[in-house]
């Protein structure tokens, strides 16, 4: 009797440590859909104000093809342009860091391939790359980069260097690799002075800022510069696709919404995070190679034929 008491005792705990249970994970789903439709709702009003249309000339691509791929979740291109602007929501001026990122996610793959900004393109002002921008606007810049590389540019993104500040900082800061230590004096953004270790450093917004700024005494000149660039960026996409990146959640759509201009559509964003999530999995960076030259007075950086070959090849090959 005794016995059959203490095991209905027995049974009558667990059965209510399962109800316990139960409800914590029923209250833990209930919280946690709040909090989803709340971010939902938050995330779909701060994506579409950031969307912009955008008339391209008739070219490699368009609007409508450009939405047929990522209905289909098959790979594309989008390019990405840092303004030259200080300001929040100036997104004026001319495009310094050009880079285009080819996201296939077949091959599970991201390629981000920067193009510096005094590449020596025809038929733009200053025969430089970073004016097109500067004179006609996104689709001039995705004109220009399907001109120069014969590759399809299917979406573009715009930010400023508040955005680059902003959003480091809206993520806890960012780890990279340094290749080598170097002092840098922000006469024009920050007006503050930075000392970057050799070696994995961790950055606030502001040092990233300044990290990913400094060209002169770099070996490389503007090719280290880019390379710095890709870093950052990368960096701060790992860190958004984390739990503490998604807690910053309100943080990152402020500067969003304050910095960033893009040609994406609300749904052609919630398609990428459907279809595109693996693509993350792989970051290949490169750039387009130049060498120094002055052409017409201005001192630009030419490609061979060879070396635009090989970045078509590699951008095509990813987008197969």
Same mark, same amino acid.
Request: charged share 25%; aromatic share 6%; no cysteine.
């Given at each position: ?17 399962a109800i316990g249970l139960g409800s914590f994970v029923g209250l833990l789903l209930i919280v946690g859909g709040i909090v989803f439709v709340i971010a939902y709702n938050d995330v779909a009003n701060t994506m579409k104000n950031t969307h912009t249309a955008v008339e391209r000339k008739d070219g490699?691509? @368009? ?21 030259? #602007? ?47 921008? #500067? ?34 900082? #809206?993520?806890?800061?960012? =780890? ?16 503050? =002075? ?64 304050? @910095? ?17 999530? =693996? ?24 490609? =061979? ?16």
């Open positions: 009797m005794r016995k059959d008491r203490h095991e209905k005792k027995k049974k009558s705990l667990g059965k209510k440590i490699l691509t @368009n609007e409508t093809k450009s939405a047929a791929l990522i209905n289909e979740g098959k790979p594309f291109t989008v390019l990405l342009l840092g303004i030259d #602007a200080t300001e929040a929501n100036d997104l004026t001026g001319r495009s310094d860091t050009i880079i285009l990122a080819t996201i296939n996610p077949q091959e599970r793959t991201t390629t981000l391939v920067s193009i510096a900004r005094d590449t020596y393109i025809s038929g733009i002002s200053t025969n430089k790359i970073n004016a097109a921008y #500067a004179f006609g606007g996104a689709a001039g810049a995705m004109d220009a980069v399907e001109q120069l590389l014969n590759v399809p540019v299917n979406q573009f993104i715009t930010f400023n260097m508040e955005a680059v500040e902003r959003m480091v900082d #809206a993520v806890g800061g960012v =780890s990279v690799d340094n290749a080598f230590a170097f002092d840098f004096q922000d006469d024009r953004v920050t007006k503050e =002075s930075f000392h970057f270790e050799q070696g994995e450093i961790h950055l606030t917004g502001k040092q990233a800022l300044a990290f990913s700024r400094m060209r002169y005494d770099d070996p490389r000149g503007d090719y280290g510069r880019q390379e710095r660039q890709r870093q950052v960026i990368e960096a701060v996409m790992r860190k958004v696709a984390t739990v503490d990146g998604l807690t910053n959640y309100r943080d990152m759509l402020t500067v969003l919404g304050d @910095n960033m201009k893009t040609s994406l559509t609300w749904d052609q964003m919630r398609g990428l995070i459907t279809n595109y999530r =693996s693509a993350a999995d792989t970051i290949k960076q490169d750039n387009l190679q130049g060498v120094g030259d002055m052409v017409n007075g201005s001192s630009v950086q030419v490609v =061979s034929s060879d070396e635009i070959n090989r970045v078509h090849e590699l951008i095509a090959g990813q987008l197969k």
